[in-house]
C-alpha cells in the first residue's frame, strides 16, 4: 500500500514538473513560504525499526537569499501488526534551511530541532533531538514550488515517560509549498 502512494506522488511530481514552463527564482529575504508533505517514514528504537507514512506541514521565512528560519508540524503513523494500533509519533521542529539559488532547481540543507511525541505500545514519551535533512526544490512558477527531501531525527534527550533508549526517524517525502 505505501509502495503505491510513494509510485503515485512520484508520477504526480513528474506531471507537474513537465507542466511547469514561467520563469522563478527561490525564496527571498522576508518572503515566506507555506508547503505540505508527504512521504515514506522508518521509526526505530534499539535495533528494531517499523516503515510507515508521514504527512507534515512547514512554514518557511526567508532571513537572507540563502537562509531561512523553519517550523513545522509532522505526523507519522507506523503499524505494528495487523491486528495492533499503530504507533504514532507527532514532531514539532524547529531550524534553519541554508539553500542555494541554481535557476530553477534549488538543493538546501535542513538543520533544526525537534520536540516530539511518541505513542504506542500502550506507552508514552516526549523526546528532544537534532534534526538534519537534505533535499531540492523545483521552482514550478514565482510562487509555487515542488521539493525532495530526505531528513533524520535521533530523540536522545527524553524529558517524560519511558520507551527505547535511542528512538529515531527517518523520512523521504515530497513537499509541495507556496510562497507569499
Known sequence: MLGRLF???????????????????????????????????LAGGGDSARP????GVEATMGLTDTWAGRAALSNSWQPEAPSARPGHVT???????????????????DLGFSLVDLRGDGTSSQRLGPQVGL???????????????????TFA????????????????????????
Open 91 to 109: 514532531a514539532v521542529s524547529l531550524g534553519a534551511t541554508y539553500s542555494l539559488d541554481v535557476v530553477r532547481w534549488v538543493p538546501f540543507v
Open 135 to 153: 533535499g531540492v526544490e523545483y521552482l514550478l512558477s514565482r510562487r509555487w514550488t515542488l521539493a525532495a527531501l530526505a531528513r533524520f531525527d
Open 52 to 55: 510507515g507514512i508521514q504527512a
Open 7 to 41: 509510485h503515485g506522488l512520484l508520477v504526480a511530481a513528474a506531471v507537474i514538473l513537465g507542466a511547469a514552463p514561467s520563469p522563478a527564482r527561490a525564496t527571498g529575504a522576508d518572503e515566506k513560504q507555506i508547503s505540505a508533505s508527504l512521504g515514506f517514514v
Open 157 to 180: 534527550l527524553r524529558l517524560r515517560g519511558s520507551g527505547s533508549p535511542h528512538p529515531w526517524l527517518a523520512c523521504a517525502a515530497l513537499r509541495i509549498g507556496r510562497v507569499f
